[in-house]
């Protein structure tokens, strides 16, 4: 068993203790309704419940941010510099990263009825089709990406929104609205890096 983990639980373990009190001791406290004290108990733990979704979204998407720095390590324009040794020390050290990294894994589930599913199965199609097209025209990806930004927000960032992304989105659990804005704009910024390289 990895000891940071059983360190880390740990400390989530007790910090929760801290935060959330016994049930035993919660009863015990007023004068009120079993059945009050209980629903006040359990509006407490649902509350640290939510705290725990949004700290972990958070870790996945640190996570996700340092698997793109790393693929963007990769294939920056400096290693096309290097000599076949160094470039080779340099690529094993990336993917020894990478490996470290993937050994974390931290999923949120999201509740969705059968709509929701087929929703968002067609927004990563949308997304996946968008991210093959750039290898063979940057300029109409980007501006496809843009239409997209545009279809999840209510400012327009440029050009048009596409409709059938919006209906699509709409479609979606507002988790996974959040989730498609966020990919989209990393999407977006990674296509402002990559015009700057093309311009350099």
Same mark, same amino acid.
């Given at each position: 068993?990895?000891?940071?983990?059983?360190?880390? *639980?740990? *400390?989530?373990?007790?910090?929760?203790?801290? #935060?959330?009190?016994?049930?035993?001791?919660?009863?015990?406290?007023?004068?009120?309704?079993?059945?009050?004290?209980?629903?006040?108990?359990?509006?407490? &733990?649902?509350?640290?419940?939510?705290?725990?979704?949004?700290?972990?979204?958070?870790?996945?998407?640190?996570?996700?941010? #340092?698997?793109?720095?790393?693929?963007?390590?990769?294939?920056?324009?400096l290693m096309a510099d290097l000599e076949g040794n160094d470039a080779d020390d340099v690529v094993r050290y990336v993917d020894r990263i990478v490996n470290r990294c993937h050994t974390v894994d931290?999923?949120?589930?999201?509740?969705?009825?059968?709509?929701?599913?087929?929703?968002? *199965?067609?927004?990563?199609?949308?997304?996946?089709?968008?991210?093959?097209?750039?290898?063979?025209?940057?300029?109409?990806?980007?501006?496809?990406? &843009? *239409?997209?930004?545009?279809?999840?927000?209510s400012i327009m960032v440029d050009g048009i929104m596409d409709k059938k992304f919006e209906s699509a989105l709409l479609g979606c659990t507002i988790d996974d609205q959040k989730r498609v804005k966020?990919?989209?704009?990393?999407?977006?910024?990674?296509?402002?890096?990559?015009?700057?390289?093309?311009?350099?």
């Amino acid at each position: 068993m990895d000891v940071d983990s059983v360190i880390a *639980s740990s *400390s989530v373990i007790t910090t929760t203790a801290v #935060l959330l009190p016994k049930v035993e001791d919660n009863i015990l406290m007023d004068n009120k309704r079993p059945k009050e004290k209980l629903i006040e108990l359990l509006d407490l &733990i649902e509350s640290q419940v939510e705290k725990l979704r949004r700290d972990a979204v958070q870790l996945e998407e640190s996570r996700d941010h #340092l698997l793109t720095a790393l693929d963007s390590i990769k294939h920056t324009d400096l290693m096309a510099d290097l000599e076949g040794n160094d470039a080779d020390d340099v690529v094993r050290y990336v993917d020894r990263i990478v490996n470290r990294c993937h050994t974390v894994d931290v999923r949120v589930l999201t509740q969705r009825d059968q709509e929701q599913e087929e929703a968002l *199965s067609q927004i990563n199609r949308l997304i996946d089709g968008l991210v093959m097209d750039l290898r063979n025209d940057h300029q109409a990806a980007k501006q496809r990406c &843009i *239409s997209y930004v545009n279809a999840c927000s209510s400012i327009m960032v440029d050009g048009i929104m596409d409709k059938k992304f919006e209906s699509a989105l709409l479609g979606c659990t507002i988790d996974d609205q959040k989730r498609v804005k966020k990919r989209l704009q990393g999407l977006l910024n990674y296509f402002e890096r990559l015009g700057i390289q093309m311009l350099d």
